[in-house]
Structure formats: structure tokens, C-alpha cells
């Protein structure tokens, strides 16, 4: 693996937090186009970046100035190349939260297993995998409950 290839895949997980963050939706269903998310808190497989976009915009509270007033922090990356040629990356995450009911905090903290496959116009998802470990006040962010 190249460095270049290294920046695209990093670049990836950044834009999936970032368009979470600031609800772009759209862009988020095109990073999944050829994926699929899994997470531990439900059975749900999404597929696809159509459902995928729709199963976020459809959960996520989104706020008068267009974001879910969210800041999702990823660390602690590890590497490793699957014998098929993908890149697996996991990685840990932390979601801060404040709104005008509730002061900044850390809502939620987990870890992401993604896999990466090379297309011919770069690297992209092929999985997501999304174990939430722990869980604070989420009463401002979801539609939904985590089980």
C-alpha cells in the first residue's frame, strides 16, 4: 500500500464523520454506493448508498442550522491488508454533542471496523462496521433508542 492510498482511505472515514456531522446526506450515500453498514446495537444490514442516506437523514436530529450539532473524533487507527487485496481499518471513535438543552459532552464512544476495496477510480467502502461500546445522554441526537 502507498502512501497515496493510505491518504484516500483516511480521507474516507474523515468525510463519513464529517458529512454525519454536518448532514450532508447525500455526499454520505455516495461514500456507501458499493457498501454495506452493520452495527452491534442493531440486526439492521443496510446496502447501498440510497438506504444508507435515508437510514441516517431518517435517525439523525437535525438542527436549525443544519447540522446535528455534533463533532465525531476518530483515533487510534490499525492497519491491516486482507489477503483479497482490501484494506481493513479499525479504528475508535468519540461523538461530542451540546445543544441549547444540553452542554457539550461526550454522547457516545465506540469503535469502527471498516474494509476498503480498490475500485478503478480509488478506494472506497466496501463495509462498515459500527460496535457502540459506550453510550451518554443521547436524548438530543437520535429519533430513534439504542438498544
Sequence with gaps: MELSDRIQIENQIFRYTRYVDTCQWDDLGRLFTHARITANKTAQVLIGGDVIRDYWKGINRQYENGTLNTHHVVTNLEWVETPDGHIQVKSCFTVFQATPVLPLQPIACG?????????????????????????????????????
Design 111 to 147: 469503535r469502527y471496523d471498516d474494509v476498503f476495496e480498490k475500485a478503478d477510480d480509488g478506494w472506497r467502502f466496501r463495509s462498515k462496521h459500527i460496535d457502540v461500546t459506550l453510550v451518554g445522554n443521547m436524548s438530543q441526537h437520535l429519533n430513534i433508542a439504542l438498544a
